[in-house]
């Protein structure tokens, strides 16, 4: 079964510096999907980022970029000039392609620090 | 957005007896989730399903049933609650194919006290 492990239950950092969250999974597929989500206090659950595997290009997304290492099996989350609003849950998460089925992470809570 | 709701967004009930929670989509969308999430735990799947009428079990589906008999809803019972189901529950949906693939889209929660 695939396994997604994020090594860091809590991280803190300064407004508008730099974070970058760890993500590393297990799998023996070579098609699939990755995930990183964001819950805030509101609990909502909400998509930061998507990557394909077969892509070789990292995904960004405004402040939100990826460092994909494929072979490595590592998916970890940059988020750049930090802001208030980014404190946070940030769940990752695989899903194997044709599966639909999300297997996520236990979760890092992001604190922002003023 | 996906227009995806649940209810109830809190219940209160005691050991022994039967809850339903319901989840809606507007989206027309062909898959649908239950996960719980504890702290410590991250989201688990309870049971989802592919279909109308089509539904499978998750990898923490016991004391869990579901039942989805139109594309919109899918529901999740516990037939006999216990305190080990208290937890909050998340409905989500996806549609297939496309930009969003495997992109799931989540409703906001339901906060489950079993006393």
């Known amino acids: 079964a695939q396994t997604v492990t994020q090594s860091q239950p809590e991280m803190s950092v300064q407004e508008a510096e730099t974070v970058t969250l760890s993500c590393t999974y297990d799998?023996?597929?070579?098609?699939?999907?990755l995930f990183w989500y964001k819950q805030p206090p509101s609990r909502q659950m909400i998509l930061v980022i998507r990557?394909?595997?077969?892509?070789?290009q990292n995904a960004t997304e405004n402040r939100f970029s990826v460092n994909f290492q494929k072979a490595a099996k590592s998916f970890s989350l940059k988020i750049s000039d930090s802001q208030l609003g980014d404190a946070a849950m940030y769940f990752c998460?695989?899903?194997?392609?044709?599966?639909?089925?999300?297997?996520f992470g236990k979760g890092t809570k992001l604190t922002v620090n003023p | 957005d996906a227009g995806i709701t649940q209810s109830p967004r809190h219940k209160v009930t005691e050991t022994g007896t039967p809850v339903t929670l319901r989840c809606h989509q507007t989206?027309?969308?062909?898959?649908m989730y239950w996960y719980r999430q504890d702290p410590g735990h991250g989201l688990r799947l309870i049971h989802y399903?592919?279909?109308?009428?089509?539904?499978d079990k998750g990898e923490v589906s016991d004391g869990y049933s579901v039942s989805r008999s139109k594309t919109e809803d899918f529901l999740l019972t516990l037939e006999s609650a216990t305190s080990s189901q208290t937890s909050v529950y998340f409905c989500?949906?996806?549609?297939?194919?496309?930009?969003?693939?495997?992109?799931?889209?989540f409703g906001a929660g339901s906060r489950l006290t079993v006393l």
């Open positions: 998460a695989y899903s194997q392609g044709g599966s639909e089925k999300l297997v």
């Open positions: 799998t023996s597929e070579s098609d699939y999907y």
């Open positions: 990557q394909e595997a077969y892509k070789q």
């Open positions: 989206e027309n969308h062909r898959y």
């Open positions: 399903s592919y279909g109308v009428k089509d539904t």
């Open positions: 989500a949906s996806q549609g297939q194919g496309g930009l969003g693939a495997n992109v799931l889209t």
